[in-house]
């Protein structure tokens, strides 16, 4: 067994593996700086994610549909989307359709208010709503998690009818990140 300064040193262990470090060796590689720099520069613009979610607003003669989604998206984590209403004329029975391409790998938590009926029809999930006077608003508030095997985007239809008539439709693509 090897000694230094009266010390055992173990088995495989060697003087220059205990010996000071001099020089450039004994600080840290300015290459880190320059990772971690660019790395907090990228996040701070937003571009992976964190941003507030931007707000797109369709008019119509009957209504005009407000939607605030988050974008992009990272896979696991929990997002809320904002949709609103305003009607223009009176909406006897308002409905919003989502493409289910557009939930693709998407688990939905919660919707508040609940709709008065659900269902599935031409390729959207349907919910209805209490008929709207005009002037008077909608707001629906739907959060949901995006399931960890979805990466990439998705995109579909975000659909106002009046029972089955289409008033105004959104389409929207969301970028997902890992």
Same mark, same amino acid.
């Given at each position: 067994?090897?000694?230094?300064?009266?010390?055992?040193?173990?088995?495989?262990?060697?003087?220059? !593996? =205990?010996? #000071?470090?001099?020089?450039?060796?004994? !600080?840290? /590689?300015?290459?880190? &700086? =320059?990772?971690?720099?660019?790395?907090?520069?990228?996040?701070?613009?937003?571009?992976?994610?964190?941003?507030?979610?931007?707000?797109?607003?369709?008019? @119509?003669?009957?209504? /005009?549909?407000?939607?605030?989604?988050?974008?992009? +998206? $990272? /896979?696991?984590?929990? &997002?809320? *989307?904002?949709?609103?209403?305003?009607?223009?004329? @009176?909406?006897?029975?308002?409905?919003?359709?989502?493409?289910?391409?557009?939930? $693709?790998? +998407?688990?939905?938590?919660?919707?508040?208010?609940?709709?008065?009926?659900? /269902? &599935?029809?031409?390729?959207?999930?349907?919910?209805?709503?209490?008929?709207?006077? @005009?002037?008077?608003?909608?707001?629906?508030?739907?959060?949901?998690?995006?399931?960890?095997?979805?990466?990439?985007?998705? @995109?579909?239809? =975000?659909?106002?009818?009046?029972?089955?008539?289409?008033?105004?439709?959104?389409?929207? *693509?969301? #970028?997902?990140?890992?």
């Amino acid at each position: 067994m090897k000694q230094r300064d009266g010390i055992d040193l173990p088995d495989g262990i060697q003087e220059r !593996h =205990v010996a #000071p470090v001099r020089g450039l060796r004994a !600080h840290a /590689s300015p290459l880190a &700086f =320059v990772v971690l720099g660019a790395t907090l520069a990228v996040a701070a613009t937003g571009l992976l994610g964190g941003a507030p979610a931007p707000v797109m607003t369709v008019n @119509a003669p009957a209504a /005009s549909l407000e939607l605030k989604i988050a974008r992009p +998206l $990272r /896979s696991g984590l929990f &997002f809320e *989307t904002r949709i609103r209403v305003t009607a223009r004329q @009176a909406i006897a029975k308002p409905v919003i359709g989502v493409d289910a391409t557009l939930w $693709r790998d +998407l688990t939905i938590n919660s919707q508040v208010p609940a709709p008065t009926n659900e /269902s &599935f029809k031409r390729g959207q999930y349907r919910f209805e709503y209490g008929g709207l006077k @005009a002037g008077e608003t909608l707001e629906v508030k739907i959060d949901g998690q995006t399931n960890p095997p979805l990466i990439g985007h998705v @995109a579909g239809n =975000v659909t106002l009818l009046d029972d089955d008539a289409p008033l105004t439709e959104a389409h929207i *693509t969301i #970028p997902v990140l890992p």
